[in-house]
């Protein structure tokens, strides 16, 4: 049996001949149907399955646990991707599963804050709560830095010393503040100081200065060995300059554009912006004095005079005698008489003092930053673009003097141009390259471009090819396999019913119409046909017979 076995084996006929019978047959086509079958079944499965999107990522061990062991809960099918940096779920889930997850406090992203206090076991020492205090701390401000949008995760670190009995011993908190920022997000050093000023303000006596931001990349945020000058260089200052000139472009433009033409003007302006806080106090003195305009205070005179009363001449008896009579008439004039003899002149002093009012000016001045301190602007306007009425030609012609200092004038009352505060202004008419082409409108956006008309087709499109494919393996190839399995069913369930059992005699006249059916079968009426024919040939033509038997004869030698 063995050899049999081997033979079998071994020769291919056989193996076709196994092959091309009925059970061999039937075992193919069972195969071949269980094959379609199952590739079927992998079409359908595959139309029927889920997209997934990213519920949460960047989460910690402990926070994915908790995850996983909910959504296991909930009854939610979900995957990790590739690198298991992400849990996916599918796409119609995910905000219903982040709310239910939100509301049991998932993820909890590993910092803890002051819940930690509400679990005070009994007997705790004071330093395990000084750390569990330092740590609910730490925990509410990484919360709290971590609600900004750029901000994926963070993490804070408090030094924070000991109070010391003397003031000179006691130290000043630090505080050191790790980001991991958004993918392809970026964060402004207006955002850095907000989180410098968070952090300071939440800790006591922790100064601005003594915290320090650093990113995941290592990169220093918080750069406090920068001067008090570089400093003050706010990006808000950077954007007041930028608008400041912008708005005045838009005014110089807005009032020319109506003279020249929509695409016939472009202007750019400079502002030189003065950030600085300046606090004046002066106090000036005038001159007071002649002949400038005085005030006076107050004036004092005084004159005082004697007669002479000194004595002169040679002293003696001759000296002191009376004057004598008056030799003159008495209607001559009213001359003065003759000084006596040893008489002295009379004395004179006058003093005067007069006190003017001293000017004093007090000011104390005060300007705010923002103010400008010189404007530059640039102006370039295009050649008149004139039109051939009969030809429809297009030429460009340049602007007169007059046109241009018409432009020039309105130039410098829309940009506020002022000579005491050395603005500048540069008017300049010159052609344009390129103005004059025709200009192409945007391509509207065709339908068949649209994402959602895309995303809905790409859905579309995916059902209908499997159902495509369902179509074709079913009809193709196991339609017309199943066909004679089928048909085989159908005429085994279409037997006639079993006859009752028959008698002796009923034995033998069925064994005779059974031998009568094989002879008027198709095989034996045809064989008898033929011999007849045969024999009537014999009969009418034996030369042909006998050329035939001739020819056997001759072959079988």
Same mark, same amino acid.
């Given at each position: ?106 993820? =909890? ?10 679990? /005070? ?19 509410? $401000? ?36 790790? $980001?991991? $920022? ?138 002191? /005698? ?37 000017? =004093? ?24 673009? $004139? ?31 002022? =000579? ?138």
């Amino acid at each position: 049996m063995a050899a049999a076995a081997e033979d079998l084996v071994l020769d291919p006929t056989r193996q076709q001949s196994f092959i091309q019978t009925p059970f061999g047959r039937n075992i193919a086509l069972g195969v071949g149907a269980a094959i379609v079958v199952a590739m079927m079944v992998a079409v359908w499965l595959w139309s029927q399955q889920p997209e997934y999107r990213v519920l949460f990522s960047n989460y910690t061990d402990r926070d994915g646990g908790a995850i996983t062991a909910s959504l296991d809960q909930m009854a939610i099918k979900y995957k990790f991707s590739d690198g298991g940096t992400a849990i996916l779920v599918p796409a119609s889930q995910v905000h219903d599963v982040r709310l239910k997850l939100a509301a049991q406090g998932l993820p =909890k992203g590993g910092n803890v804050g002051f819940e930690l206090m509400e679990n /005070q076991k009994l007997g705790v020492s004071q330093f395990l709560e000084q750390v569990n205090y330092q740590r609910s701390l730490e925990g509410e $401000l990484a919360r709290s830095i971590q609600s900004l949008a750029a901000v994926s995760a963070a993490r804070v670190h408090l030094a924070l010393p000991k109070p010391q009995v003397f003031v000179r011993d006691q130290q000043k908190p630090t505080a050191s503040v790790l $980001l991991n $920022l958004q993918t392809g997000r970026t964060i402004d050093a207006a955002q850095v100081s907000a989180i410098v000023h968070l952090v300071a303000s939440s800790v006591a006596e922790l100064p601005p200065s003594n915290v320090t931001v650093v990113d995941q990349a290592g990169n220093l945020l918080s750069d406090t060995s920068k001067s008090a000058g570089a400093k003050n260089l706010d990006p808000n200052q950077l954007k007041y300059v930028a608008q400041l000139q912008q708005s005045i472009v838009k005014q110089v433009e807005s009032l020319i554009v109506p003279l020249v033409g929509q695409g016939n003007v472009r202007a750019e302006a400079t502002a030189d912006v003065d950030f600085a806080q300046v606090d004046t106090a002066a106090e000036i003195y005038k001159p007071n004095s002649p002949p400038a305009a005085s005030a006076i205070r107050s004036q004092q005179s005084s004159e005082a005079g004697a007669p002479g009363s000194t004595a002169n001449g040679v002293p003696g008896a001759l000296s002191n /005698q009376p004057p004598g009579a008056a030799t003159a008439p008495i209607d001559a004039g009213q001359a003065p008489p003759p000084a006596a003899p040893g008489a002295g002149a009379a004395s004179t002093r006058k003093d005067s003092t007069t006190n003017y009012e001293v000017d =004093k000016t007090i000011r104390y001045e005060q300007r705010p930053m923002g103010g400008i301190k010189r404007l530059s602007v640039g102006v370039v306007v295009n050649y008149r673009r $004139l039109v051939d009425a009969k030809t429809g030609k297009v030429s460009i012609k340049a602007l007169s003097a007059a046109e241009v200092a018409q432009i020039n004038d309105l130039v410098k009352e829309a940009m506020g141009y002022s =000579k005491e505060r050395g603005d500048t202004l540069n008017v300049t008419n010159a052609p344009f390259d390129g103005v004059d082409k025709p200009v192409v409108p945007p391509e509207a956006l065709v339908w068949w471009r649209d994402p959602e008309i895309q995303e809905m087709a790409r859905q579309y499109g995916k059902y209908l090819l499997a159902g495509i494919v369902l179509l074709f393996l079913y009809y193709r190839i196991l339609r017309p396999m199943m066909r004679p399995v089928l048909r085989r069913f159908d005429q085994i369930t279409e037997l006639p019913p079993a006859p009752p059992k028959p008698g002796p005699d009923a034995i033998a006249d069925e064994a005779g119409r059974i031998e009568q059916e094989a002879e008027t079968t198709p095989q034996v009426s045809g064989y008898r046909e033929n011999l007849s024919m045969a024999k009537k040939l014999a009969s009418d033509d034996p030369r042909v017979v006998a050329n035939v038997v001739k020819a056997w004869v001759g072959s079988n030698e």
